[in-house]
């Protein structure tokens, strides 16, 4: 984000306005949230010369994160503001270049149609001061075609503001190139909902790298945990690199060396029943006094005995009393 903020502040600085920053932190200090069906205009102070260049840095910072943390797209996809993070995060142009274009597309937004073609002008203009290189990651246009070496010319990008948005086209595009994870890089969940309306029958992963009405960092672990129990590799040493971390001294006397831990074994693990578990002290107790009908109810309670084990028992449990106070067994009682 700052860098995006200081690459922008000297773009807008030119035009009488700011840098990132201060645009977020207006007002409620929210972050902005991207016009959709659900949220509806975004609420930024001003117009498009503001909330598209705050959109992409947003949507490009977050891309960065995700990369930062070992999560790698294999294929992307952008509508509007988000085809420019899209093509920056695939390597077609810069930072700085992207928010050239960008900044000149939010002009050509906020001119009233009697002006609209100088402001286009003005915006090819700014398309033709870049250097566009071939995408590295695969790079869907809203369209629905892969994005091939003509996404390097000026002439490609010249036209999308007046592009139409097919974005059932881009999901399937995606599908057919065997994505199946799909992650939005904004301020919320909109594209990630339309996204799984386009592809209905997919089973995939449907993630958002931020949602509304919640905390974002909590919303992005929340995320990063989905993404690790669908098989994504993570980067746990760089996503812990910003925390500190101190050695810690252990205590000098024995541990209770009692493990909580599933055993590998299923037949290894202890049973338990409904009942409370008899203890070593409980059954020692009961032995000694003789009171063998208790016991026998105590192991059934914390066992899962089958019916011949349990009609065992009586029978086990007065020899073994008998060894335990050096007597003959008792008499056997009836057991039902």
């Given at each position: 984000?700052?860098?995006?903020?200081?690459?922008l502040?000297?773009?807008?600085?030119?035009?009488g306005?700011?840098?990132?920053?201060?645009?977020l932190?207006?007002?409620?200090?929210?972050?902005?949230?991207?016009?959709?069906?659900?949220?509806?205009?975004v609420?930024?102070?001003?117009?498009?010369?503001?909330a598209?260049?705050?959109?992409?840095?947003?949507?490009?910072?977050?891309?960065?994160?995700?990369?930062?943390?070992?999560v790698?797209?294999?294929?992307?996809?952008?509508?509007?503001?988000?085809?420019?993070?899209?093509?920056?995060?695939?390597?077609?142009?810069?930072l700085?270049?992207?928010?050239g274009?960008?900044?000149?597309?939010?002009?050509?937004?906020?001119?009233p149609?009697s002006?609209?073609?100088?402001?286009?002008?003005e915006?090819?203009?700014?398309?033709s001061?870049?250097?566009?290189?071939?995408?590295?990651?695969?790079?869907v246009?809203?369209?629905?075609?892969?994005?091939?070496?003509d996404?390097?010319?000026?002439?490609?990008?010249?036209?999308?503001?007046?592009?139409?948005?097919?974005?059932?086209?881009?999901?399937?595009?995606l599908?057919?190139?065997?994505?199946?994870?799909?992650?939005?890089?904004?301020?919320?969940?909109?594209?990630?909902?339309?996204?799984?309306?386009?592809?209905?029958?997919s089973?995939?992963?449907?993630?958002?790298?931020?949602?509304?009405?919640?905390?974002?960092?909590?919303?992005m672990?929340?995320?990063?945990?989905?993404?690790?129990?669908?098989?994504?590799?993570?980067?746990?040493?760089?996503?812990?690199?910003?925390?500190?971390?101190?050695?810690?001294?252990?205590?000098?006397?024995?541990?209770?060396?009692?493990?909580?831990?599933?055993?590998d074994?299923?037949?290894?693990?202890?049973?338990?029943?409904?009942?409370?578990?008899?203890?070593?002290?409980t059954?020692?107790?009961?032995?000694?006094?003789?009171?063998?009908?208790?016991?026998?109810?105590?192991?059934?309670?914390?066992?899962?005995?089958?019916?011949?084990?349990?009609?065992?028992?009586p029978?086990?449990?007065?020899?073994?009393a008998?060894?335990?106070?050096?007597?003959?067994?008792?008499?056997?009682?009836?057991?039902?």
């Open positions: 984000m700052r860098q995006c903020d200081d690459a502040r000297g773009i807008l600085d030119r035009a306005g700011s840098g990132v920053s201060p645009v932190h207006e007002g409620t200090g929210k972050m902005p949230v991207p016009p959709g069906p659900e949220t509806g205009q609420s930024l102070p001003g117009e498009a010369i503001y598209q260049p705050v959109l992409f840095a947003l949507e490009f910072a977050l891309g960065q994160v995700w990369k930062s943390w070992g790698e797209p294999t294929g992307c996809l952008g509508c509007g503001v988000g085809r420019y993070a899209a093509a920056c995060l695939a390597g077609v142009f810069t700085e270049e992207a928010l274009m960008v900044v000149a597309r939010a002009r050509l937004a906020d001119t149609p002006g609209r073609q100088s402001a286009l002008d915006f090819q203009a700014a398309c001061r870049v250097r566009f290189r071939k995408p590295r990651t695969k790079l246009d809203p369209t629905g075609q892969l994005a091939t070496a996404a390097a010319k000026a002439e490609f990008w010249r036209h999308e503001p007046e592009e139409p948005i097919d974005l059932a086209a881009g999901m399937a595009a599908a057919k190139q065997g994505c199946g994870i799909f992650l939005e890089i904004g301020a919320s969940t909109t594209l990630v909902d339309l996204g799984r309306g386009c592809l209905k029958d089973a995939g992963l449907w993630a958002a790298s931020l949602r509304q009405g919640e905390p974002d960092w909590p919303a672990l929340r995320t990063l945990a989905d993404l690790y129990a669908r098989g994504v590799r993570i980067d746990w040493e760089a996503f812990d690199r910003d925390f500190p971390r101190r050695r810690v001294v252990l205590p000098t006397y024995p541990f209770q060396r009692q493990r909580y831990w599933i055993a074994d299923p037949a290894d693990a202890p049973r338990s029943g409904p009942g409370e578990e008899a203890s070593p002290s059954v020692v107790r009961l032995l000694g006094e003789g009171k063998l009908d208790s016991l026998v109810e105590q192991l059934k309670a914390a066992n899962s005995f089958s019916d011949d084990e349990v009609r065992l028992l029978k086990v449990l007065r020899a073994l008998a060894q335990h106070g050096g007597q003959s067994p008792p008499p056997q009682a009836p057991h039902h």
